[in-house]
């Protein structure tokens, strides 16, 4: 039985390496993607900066980080989140952990009064596409307000 909580600081280093082993993996290691995003070293500080964000680790049985999810304000005015980050350790990947992650996700945003959110990803990413659509993301075809990551070519979106 896997557990979900809040970030803490000392998730820091393990997120960072999951992510960027993930991106790599698919070939995404480059500008444009979360590889060089500048808060990927200290995401607990990013996340608990704001009441509007959080990003949620999950961990094994040992304690051992497996990946996680975040959610942070996209377009305040309209009330749309982005998912973000959402990358877990290969060993860890099809045992419907994602879910699990994108259901702590789902409740913060709604919690938090957000009224959709926004996600990008990449046509490599295929396993990710097919969870985000059996979710109940719909794909936009385009970014939304000309999108964060450029390297993207996905783009999603829930209503809450």
């Known amino acids: 039985m896997t557990k979900i909580r809040p970030i803490q600081s000392s998730d820091n280093s393990y997120l960072a390496h999951i992510v960027q082993q993930s991106l790599k993996a698919y070939g995404l290691d480059i500008p444009g993607t979360a ?9 607990s500080q990013y996340y608990q900066s704001s009441p509007s964000r959080q990003y949620f680790v999950a961990l094994s049985n040992d ?18 989140a982005e998912l973000q980050k959402l990358y877990l350790v290969k ?30 990803t990449h046509h490599n990413l295929k396993v990710a596409i097919h969870v985000y659509q059996k979710y109940g993301f719909s794909e936009l075809g385009h970014p939304l307000n000309n999108g964060e ?12």
């Open 35 to 43: 590889y060089f995003d500048p808060e990927l070293s200290n995401l």
């Open 63 to 80: 304690g051992h980080v497996l990946g996680g999810d975040g959610i942070a304000e996209y377009d305040s005015k309209n009330k749309i």
């Open 91 to 120: 060993d860890a990947r099809g045992n419907h952990l994602s879910y699990k992650l994108l259901d702590a996700a789902i409740k913060f945003a709604k919690h938090a009064g957000y009224h959709a959110v926004y996600l990008e």
């Open 149 to 160: 990551h450029s390297a993207m070519d996905r783009f999603f979106m829930i209503n809450l």
